[in-house]
Each structure stands twice: as structure tokens, then as C-alpha cells.
């Protein structure tokens, strides 16, 4: 099992810190075909071969992802694509 685990600190009210995890969650489920939910403030990613979730709180985001070994050779793509959407949308 390959981890990919980002803390990305932010200064966002509740309301844009969700929208900023709906537009990563969004475009990981483009790219990467990933399923989404959400269960209060904790964001639940599945697909066949990764399971996650990304958690927000007031002062940071942490997405945790764990990927099978189909999808270990993508693991630097995917956390490369995680660290370009919180680029862009959060000014920490």
C-alpha cells in the first residue's frame, strides 16, 4: 500500500475552505475517476485501488489517500496533481 498524506495549512472561512476540498475533489475525480462523498466537514474518496479522505478543519486541510498496488506507478502524478489544485486555490 503507497500513502500520499498533504497538510496544507489555510486561512479560509468554513464555507471557502469546503469549496476549495469540492474543486480538489472534483478535478481528482476527473482526472483519476475517484468517487466522492461528503459526511459533515470529512470528504471520503473510493474507486477501485485507492481509498481516502480529506479532513478540514479551521487552520489546515489533510488529504490522506492510500493507493493499491495497480496504482502505486501514478502515486507521484496524483500527489503532484493534489499540490497544483491546493496551489491554486488556497492563499495560505
Known sequence: MSVIDVHRPHALDKEHARQAAEAL???LSSQFDV???WEGDHLKFKR???KGH???TPTDLHIHLELGMMLRPF???IEQE???QLDQIIKA
Open 25 to 27: 475533489a472534483q478535478d
Open 54 to 56: 480529506l479532513n478540514i
Open 75 to 77: 502515486k507521484s502524478r
Open 35 to 37: 468517487h466522492y462523498q
Open 82 to 84: 493534489i499540490h497544483s
Open 48 to 50: 477501485s485501488g485507492v
